[in-house]
């Protein structure tokens, strides 16, 4: 990775056109492509350091090709490989658009390949482990009772962090047991509610969180007992570390890890991978297969420790 030197080297402010590139490069996201507010933040950033780079080089945006990238690249190498490939989607975009607006006549990045990403296994507790978390809250102490509500809604459901603290009461479904959860790319999915989940919800709703707002005025269902709003995926994070500790559990442990054992329990357990796919809200099946990959170590594992000839 480049030092601290070298990234001082290009540090600095960009002029007034690159500016105003940069803001018609943010409304061609937009407008053209229809990206997410965190998308487009993600490429406005990329992009910025890239003008910057370009400058300490003197090199212009009408000369640019191939070999700045790679420069650029090798310059700003990271890494997991993961972070790389983001960063050249950003650098094609910005190269596509100037292509759109004139300035390039091709498009340099089409010459160089995507790199290979490493499928990192994610970490996954066992029931065991998860067990422990879910007993772990003090039921008597109202934020002990909305930690619970959580825990057993976050191994049920297999929500990501953001979903679960953004529930509303519009989003439950008590009658008929589901969730409707408004996910990544603004996508709705239907999550069925098991009983276990559903049990502690109205327990934590109708014992804990009426203390806070008896009315129901605040719509978000999770709270913040320190100021009556909604809790915060931080204020969440931060609760795990401490159940982490009292269970002795010295793994980092977070909100999304659940998610994870959430899809492999279901896989261990005899669940098709489709389902599966629909339940996370992955748009894609491959996404959801690395945790037949998680699945199918544990099996193997287990494998060798019982059997005779293991």
Known sequence: MASDNEFAKVSG???????????HFKDYLLL????????????????KFFLLFLNSKTVSLSTLNKEHIREYLAFKKARKSSSNARLLVSLRNFCTFL???GILTFNPCDAIDNPKIEKALPKIMSEQQVMAFLQAPNLEDPVGLRDKA????????????????NLTFNNLNLIDNYLIVRGKGDKERLIPL???????LIKYIAEAR?????????PYIFLSHKQASKLSRTAFWYRIQVYSEKIGIETHISPHTFRHAFA?????HDADLRSVQVLLGHSSLTTTQIYTHVANTRMHSLYE???PRG
């Open 13 to 23: 402010s960009l002029c007034e056109a690159q500016q105003q590139l940069l803001a």
């Open 264 to 268: 492999t329990h279901l896989l261990n």
């Open 210 to 218: 009426s203390i806070i707002d008896p009315k129901k005025k605040i």
């Open 99 to 101: 292509k759109y607006e």
């Open 150 to 165: 959580m825990l057993e809604l976050l191994y049920a459901t297999g929500l990501r962090i953001g979903e679960l603290v």
């Open 32 to 47: 053209e492509r229809a990206l997410s507010s965190n998308s487009i933040t993600s490429y406005l950033s990329d992009v």
């Open 305 to 307: 420790k019982v059997h």
């Open 194 to 200: 098991c009983n276990e989940a559903k049990v502690w």
